[in-house]
Nanobody
Framework: QMQLAESGGGEVQAGGSLRLSCVASGSDSAAYYAMAWYRQAPGMQRELIADISKFGTTNYKDSRNGRFVISMGDDKKSVYLQMSDLQPDDTATYSC????????WGQGIQVTVSS
């Protein structure tokens, strides 16, 4: 069983930056796994932002003009999302996911971008 703890959210003005962190703890039997960031805006479906494998292979749902960058910590159990030039439509609940033998989600963290 894995537990995910997200941090780094909050409120920022348009054009600002935030760095989200997610730390995974516990155990999972899979030798191969990936971690990902999703977001869900009010009234919208949850969408993938990006994922990264334990080997560092990244996948972005779309380019987002390079504003969002996913990375993994050296411990291979933490994942980060660097967000820059944030805009009001980036306001959402951001969630971390760990995909191994099991499928685990963090509780989500709020990001609010004001104009």
């Amino acid at each position: 069983q894995m537990q995910l703890a997200e941090s780094g959210g909050g409120e920022v003005q348009a054009g600002g930056s935030l760095r989200l962190s997610c730390v995974a703890s516990g155990s999972d039997s899979a030798a191969y796994y990936a971690m990902a960031w999703y977001r869900q805006a009010p009234g919208m479906q949850r969408e993938l932002i990006a994922d990264i494998s334990k080997f560092g292979t990244t996948n972005y749902k779309d380019s987002r003009n390079g504003r969002f960058v996913i990375s993994m910590g050296d411990d291979k159990k933490s994942v980060y999302l660097q967000m820059s030039d944030l805009q009001p439509d980036d306001t959402a609940t951001y969630s971390c996911r760990y995909i191994g033998a099991g499928d685990y989600w963090g509780q989500g963290i709020q990001v609010t971008v004001s104009s």
